[in-house]
């Protein structure tokens, strides 16, 4: 089933979901990397990877909330409390800005910069803004406080899957996984 339902998450959604966290938790590395990397080749290549796949996860934002706009999500279980459906849709709003700031400000920084670029060293990555010393110098900290915050609010999110999952036992994360409700 490609489109989500009112119990379930589509297969599209699912894909979406998943593809976005694996590349999330590489940019992690790969971020980290290529900040402590001693200058070479390849810390340059580390760079290139650290920002195209945060480029492609800008575009997979985009798709994701388009269809998350054709698709709404499926309900959430009737035990959950509004303070917990406020949490999971704050939580979620969070997310999806953060997954969409941090590679731009990503963005803004290569061009503040002053750094040509070329996502997967094929794509030309227009410059956004003028070279800016001063502005790149800024746009670092923040990249860095974006990037914190948000694996923050990651294990938070994960946190509250594995409670569905093993102290409420509800579908929640089942759903996600599989598309399916839990039985029994």
């Known amino acids: 089933m490609l489109r989500n339902t009112e119990r379930s998450w589509g ?3 699912r894909l979406l979901h998943w593809l976005v966290a694996v590349l999330v938790f590489a940019q992690f590395g790969l971020g980290w990397a290529a900040v402590v990397w001693p200058l070479s080749p390849t810390k340059l290549d580390l760079f290139v990877w650290h920002k195209s796949v945060g480029m492609l996860v800008l575009a997979l934002m985009g798709v994701r909330i388009a269809w998350r706009l054709a698709n709404p999500a499926p309900v959430f279980p009737e035990q959950m ?6 949490a999971a849709w704050v939580g979620h709003v969070l997310l999806y800005l953060l997954l969409i700031v941090l590679p731009a400000t990503g963005w803004i920084l290569n061009s ?8 997967f060293w094929l794509v030309e990555l227009p410059a956004v ?6 502005l790149a110098d800024v746009l670092k900290l923040v990249h860095l406080t974006l990037g914190m915050a948000l694996g923050t609010l990651l294990v938070a999110h994960i946190g509250a899957a594995l409670r569905h999952h093993f102290v409420l036992r509800d579908d929640v994360l089942v759903r996600m996984l599989t598309g399916m409700r839990r039985s029994g």
Do not use: W
Not at 81 to 86: H, V
Not at 129 to 134: F, L, M, N, Q, R
């Open 112 to 119: 503040a910069a002053g750094i040509p670029f070329r996502i």
């Open 129 to 134: 803004v003028a070279p800016d010393e001063a």
């Open 11 to 13: 297969a599209a959604a």
């Open 81 to 86: 409390t509004q303070l917990e459906r406020g």
